[in-house]
């Protein structure tokens, strides 16, 4: 099991990917998917995760990534992960009740003409990952080699925050969508944030964290207040990422103002706990 990417819908697609340039980042074009009325461009980084940006060309009301967009604005709205065996995966989902729906036929032809292939395991609520498993080489998906290097220097994702009603009860979700000897997939619950009257726990996998994040109960915090406007606006789901970057590069916070609705955090150490899970005390939400 491992993280795969996240998935930023906009608006406009050459205007995000001359936005994520100008921040630094080298964008791939990614193509035109055959399952959807969608494209996308990417940005892939040395530790092999990446950033859909995918604009729609058509409605698709049927889609939640679409709904999202239509209705809320740009934004980070789904993260994919890989699994061992997407039809093992979605029966233990399945057993626990958890809503997914798959395995979906996935495919995108690239600019130069092929055809990618992949399967999809969707859930109902964007507080759980979707699945991607390759059909055809995930190096055809996911670019290889020097493409990967960021001008910014940013070498790969550490951390997504997941905005959910209650971290303990998603938590429990979590185990039992991934419970498996995998050693790769560790739980933790209790984090320390109670100073920002919030709940927090974690899914760390390969060395990844899903922070699951929620306001306590009876909390008057700004970052509660924040966090629960979030909910009440977008609904559950991912809203902020944390990105390692290589000695030389510039510490940064890039806003929704300009990364098409998603917060980045650009560090060369672990970002703290309380700025991944409330990046710059909540402005411009």
Same mark, same amino acid.
């Given at each position: 099991?491992?993280?795969?990417?996240?998935? #930023?819908?906009?608006?406009?697609?050459?205007?995000?990917?001359?936005?994520?340039?100008?921040?630094?980042?080298?964008?791939?074009?990614?193509?035109?998917?055959?399952? +959807?009325?969608?494209?996308?461009?990417?940005?892939?980084?040395?530790?092999?995760?990446?950033?859909?940006? #995918?604009?729609?060309?058509? +409605?698709?009301?049927?889609?939640?990534?679409?709904?999202?967009?239509?209705?809320?604005?740009?934004?980070?709205?789904?993260?994919?992960?890989?699994?061992?065996?997407?039809? &093992?995966?979605?029966?233990?989902?399945?057993?626990?009740?958890?809503?997914?729906?798959?395995?979906?036929?996935?495919?995108?032809?690239?600019?130069?003409?092929? /055809?990618?292939?992949?399967?999809?395991? /969707?859930?109902?609520?964007?507080?759980?990952?979707?699945?991607?498993?390759?059909?055809?080489?995930?190096?055809?998906?996911?670019? &290889?080699?020097?493409?990967?290097?960021?001008?910014?220097?940013?070498?790969?994702?550490?951390?997504?925050?997941?905005?959910?009603?209650?971290?303990?009860?998603?938590?429990?979700?979590?185990?039992?969508?991934?419970?498996?000897?995998?050693?790769?997939?560790?739980?933790?619950?209790?984090?320390?944030? &109670?100073?920002?009257?919030?709940?927090?726990?974690?899914?760390? #996998?390969?060395?990844?964290?899903?922070?699951?994040?929620?306001?306590?109960?009876? $909390?008057?915090?700004?970052? +509660? $207040?924040?966090?629960?406007?979030?909910? +009440?606006?977008?609904?559950?789901?991912?809203?902020?990422?944390?990105?390692?970057?290589?000695?030389?590069?510039?510490?940064?916070?890039?806003?929704?103002?300009?990364?098409?609705?998603?917060?980045?955090?650009?560090?060369?150490?672990?970002?703290?706990?309380? /700025?991944?899970?409330?990046?710059?005390?909540?402005?411009?939400?």
């Amino acid at each position: 099991m491992q993280l795969d990417h996240f998935v #930023i819908a906009v608006l406009d697609l050459a205007g995000a990917v001359a936005d994520y340039q100008a921040l630094g980042f080298n964008v791939l074009p990614g193509g035109k998917h055959v399952h +959807a009325p969608t494209e996308n461009a990417l940005v892939v980084f040395e530790d092999g995760l990446y950033f859909e940006l #995918i604009e729609w060309t058509q +409605a698709d009301p049927g889609d939640r990534w679409y709904r999202e967009l239509s209705g809320h604005g740009e934004g980070l709205v789904d993260f994919a992960l890989v699994p061992p065996d997407i039809k &093992e995966i979605l029966m233990q989902a399945e057993a626990h009740h958890l809503g997914y729906r798959g395995p979906i036929d996935g495919s995108r032809v690239t600019p130069n003409g092929d /055809r990618l292939e992949w399967l999809l395991g /969707r859930p109902a609520s964007a507080e759980l990952p979707f699945f991607c498993a390759d059909i055809t080489p995930r190096s055809l998906r996911v670019a &290889e080699g020097d493409v990967r290097i960021q001008r910014n220097r940013v070498q790969g994702i550490s951390s997504v925050a997941v905005a959910v009603a209650d971290a303990a009860m998603a938590l429990a979700r979590y185990r039992r969508l991934l419970a498996s000897p995998d050693q790769l997939v560790t739980f933790a619950d209790a984090l320390p944030v &109670e100073e920002l009257g919030l709940d927090a726990a974690k899914v760390t #996998i390969n060395g990844a964290d899903i922070l699951l994040v929620s306001a306590q109960p009876s $909390a008057t915090t700004p970052a +509660a $207040a924040w966090l629960n406007l979030l909910l +009440a606006k977008r609904g559950p789901g991912a809203y902020a990422l944390a990105a390692r970057i290589a000695d030389g590069g510039v510490p940064a916070l890039h806003g929704p103002d300009k990364t098409r609705g998603v917060y980045i955090e650009l560090a060369t150490s672990d970002v703290p706990l309380t /700025r991944r899970v409330f990046p710059g005390g909540g402005q411009a939400l």
